[in-house]
């Protein structure tokens, strides 16, 4: 059995895009499947997915998915090919750092379990809100970081805290083995070679679609109007989650770090009123 030669990023040698564009082929595919389609041709999935159909191909080349000339790719064998290179057969345990409204949400969305996600567990500083149950979940003190990522195996950590304590949140989990995180403070955490970080902004994202609604409501003469985008990398049910979380500033408690200097963690959303340059 022969095996594909890692890249540095360790994907077998895929593009960067191309792994960037998978997640939302997956989401496409899903959708298919739900609908009752069996098979899709390379076209159709490609409009779907918002793409050109020669860069899909490309991109499911890389997975040694081709298709079948004059019926296109089984969506439920295409779905499994995508799920498998994403490591999305398996069960990732994720934690959850920050229980306002935004770590809330996050919590109760139904679509992780389905996607090879299982929130592990949620913490927080606020002892308002420690102890309290968000679904099948208690709240825990965020004190037990270290200890709630050695008892469940965390490989993702998610921080929904405000932006002054994420740093101290993420180094925390560095610390205690975790090299994947998902990020929703409005601040660039710093972490060292080998962590992962991807960032969600809000704030940001809604400033560039105002930019582009902006021009589509004033033109400028002799010029088309600049399309609409999308909100990259958020599906219909996490963009519903995300807007329902309101920003809630306060309720602001000490948290236990590594180091003697604390900053503080609150239980408030991770989209907060000001965003740092």
């Known amino acids: 059995m022969t095996r594909r030669p890692l ?68 969506v439920d064998y295409l779905v499994y090919q995508i799920s498998r290179e994403l490591g999305l057969t398996q069960d990732w345990p994720v934690l959850i750092v920050g229980a306002g409204n935004l770590g809330r949400a996050l919590a109760n969305y139904g679509g992780f379990a389905t996607r090879g996600f299982r929130i592990a567990a949620i913490l927080d500083a606020d002892p308002a809100v420690v102890g309290g149950l ?81 021009r589509r409501s004033a033109p400028s003469l002799g010029q088309p109007a600049a399309p609409l985008p999308t909100v990259a990398g958020l599906d219909e049910a996490a963009m519903a989650a995300l807007v329902g979380a309101r920003a809630v500033v306060g309720g602001m408690s000490e948290v236990p770090a590594v180091s003697a200097a604390q900053p503080r963690l609150a239980s408030a959303d991770a989209v907060s009123s000001s965003v740092e340059a």
């Open 134 to 214: 968000i679904g099948r979940l208690t709240v825990e003190h965020a004190d037990a970081i270290e200890a709630v990522v050695e008892e469940h195996g965390v490989s993702i950590g998610v921080i929904a805290t405000p932006a002054g304590s994420a740093q101290n949140v993420c180094d925390r989990l560095v610390a205690a083995g975790v090299t994947s995180i998902l990020n929703f403070a409005p601040v660039v955490l710093n972490v060292p070679d080998g962590v992962d970080v991807r960032k969600v902004d809000l704030s940001i994202e809604l400033q560039i679609l105002a930019f582009h609604a902006q």
């Open 7 to 74: 890249s540095a990023n360790g994907s077998h040698g895929i593009p960067e895009a191309t792994v960037a564009r998978l997640p939302v082929y997956l989401r496409t595919l899903h959708a298919l499947a739900e609908r009752g389609v069996a098979t899709v041709s390379s076209e159709e999935l490609a409009a779907a997915a918002g793409v050109n159909s020669a860069k899909l191909r490309k991109d499911l080349s890389h997975l040694g998915s081709y298709g079948t000339r004059g019926v296109g790719y089984d």
